[in-house]
């Protein structure tokens, strides 16, 4: 089977931009019901494009193509941006939803279950199928925000030795965009930058590093740069949700 792809877009205004992106299929399939990498990248960046069109970040005419190192181009005012899309999410609550989806999709993962650093052993995840454990013991304070970050500076070094796959290409920007699907209460956003920024301030003067990093959590993007933080308005075209 073919791996989804986008169909590269060229616009000269911003409604057409915003006109192509509406159209594009954005439905991404349940984990371990045939969802590919791909399906997340297009949801992903077409959300990012959106938002960062919508609150004027962009000069026309603009075009984008989804690639490979690095996922996405975007070509502007005789620019290249090379955009990497990736996802930030537990491996094991990754795995327990696939497993979920396909055997027991009536039941959720409850948020906390798996804590960052933590080591969890094959009898816990079994008996996590079968609901032989105790509750999550929750969270106190900002330990939510500073999973949160831990999560992300752990994961932004980890896209970011994969830069050298792609220097040949002589980019003027290097974008690093990040969907957060951490099963975890809805963290302070604020507050989230402040812990993650000190973990990946030696990010912005290494040998390979991104311009700018973007994190989409719940209904805003988290735009961060060597120089600062925003927090912009997730501009939602689609109304949809991915799980």
Not at 148 to 154: R, V
């Amino acid at each position: 089977m073919a791996h989804p792809k986008m169909n590269p877009i060229q616009a000269f205004s911003i409604e057409e931009l915003l006109g192509l992106l509406r159209r594009q299929e954005m439905t991404v399939p349940l984990r371990g019901m045939g969802r590919e990498k791909e399906h997340v990248e297009i949801y992903t960046a077409c959300r990012l494009i959106s938002t960062l069109a919508a609150t004027n970040h962009f000069r026309f005419p603009l075009k984008i193509t989804h690639d490979d190192k690095p996922d996405f181009l975007l070509s502007a005012e005789g620019k290249e941006i090379g955009i990497e899309v990736t996802e930030s999410v537990d491996e094991h609550d990754a795995k327990l939803d696939a497993w979920l989806n396909e055997h027991k999709p009536e039941e959720y993962i409850e948020s906390g279950r798996f804590r960052y650093g933590q080591k969890y052993g094959r009898e816990y995840l079994r008996n996590l199928r079968t609901g032989n454990v105790a509750p999550s013991p929750g969270y106190s304070g900002d330990e939510v925000e500073c999973d949160w970050a831990f999560y992300m500076a752990d994961l932004i070094e980890k896209k970011r030795s994969k830069i050298k796959n792609f220097t040949c290409l002589n980019l003027d920007k290097k974008w690093l965009s990040i969907y957060d699907n951490l099963y975890l209460p809805m963290p302070e956003m604020d507050i989230c930058i402040k812990y993650l920024r000190p973990r990946i301030h030696q990010t912005w003067h290494a040998d390979f590093a991104f311009d700018a990093i973007f994190i989409e959590a719940g209904n805003e993007i988290v735009r961060i740069t060597a120089d600062g933080s925003e927090i912009l308005p997730l501009n939602d075209l689609w109304k949809i949700s991915k799980g």
